[in-house]
């Protein structure tokens, strides 16, 4: 009976989030949003600079609302607001980048002319094998163990073979889709000569962590 039940569970799991609704994981797309941070910073304007967190009837709000938009165009349109392009990269993630650069990870690149593909080795590995991406890519496991060791121990960096636009590299480790950078991204950009970290950068010691604060 037990037995059954699972079969159908998974029989249902496989229909509905393997075949039907197979775009609900945060892998499949880059630069959309991976929390509500964003929508919250929104609110957080509307009430300090709108409502002043007063609780309004909704008519008034209505009216304000129209006021706060117009208002708003007229602030992008003459760039008191601005909208951030370009991600931005704290010290933590020149340090972590930078170490990574330094570090013996070998990665295998392809070369496609405009961009340049990078496979690089996750977690403590420091070497992968084109079997390992041919694994990643078919994304075809055979057991559950195998997915959960195999899954994640390749990263996917994808650069423009342009050093003025490292920062356009994407990487699809989960750092990158929260903060649209991460320590491959500056790492390989390091090793390519396409950037130079700041000198605080260098200051923790390989292999070490800085300090949260
Ligand atoms: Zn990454």
């Known amino acids: 009976m037990e037995a059954k039940k699972q079969i159908a569970f998974v029989e249902y799991f496989e229909n509905e989030w393997l075949n039907s609704h197979n775009t609900w ?10 929390t509500n941070d964003g929508l919250e910073s929104f609110n957080k304007i ?8 007063e609780r309004i009837p909704l ?9 706060t938009v117009k208002q708003w165009s007229s602030q992008y349109k003459h760039k008191l607001k601005q909208y951030i392009q370009t991600p931005s990269i704290t010290l933590d993630i020149w340090t972590k980048g930078y170490q990574w650069a330094k570090s013996d990870k070998s990665v295998i690149s392809m070369n496609h002319g405009y961009t340049v593909e990078y496979y690089a080795p996750a977690d403590d590995e420091f070497k992968i094998s ?40 994407i990487c699809n480790c989960p750092a990158f889709f929260k903060c649209y950078v991460c320590k491959h991204v500056a790492g390989v950009s390091i090793r390519l000569k396409f950037c130079k970290p700041p000198p605080a950068a260098k200051d923790i010691p390989i292999g070490h962590k800085r300090k949260r604060g």
């Not at 994304?139 to 073979?161: E, G, L, S």
Request: aromatic content about 18%; proline content about 3%.
């Open 130 to 169: 084109n079997n390992d991406i041919d694994t990643i890519n078919t994304m075809k496991w055979n057991t559950f163990d195998q997915y959960r060791k195999r899954a994640f121990n390749v990263w996917y960096i994808k650069m423009q073979n342009d050093p003025t636009n490292w920062m356009k590299g």
């Open 25 to 34: 994981y945060e892998n499949i797309q880059h630069f959309t949003p991976s």
């Open 59 to 67: 008519s008034r709000f209505r009216i304000i609302t129209f006021e």
């Open 46 to 53: 509307i009430k300090d600079e709108d409502t002043y967190r």
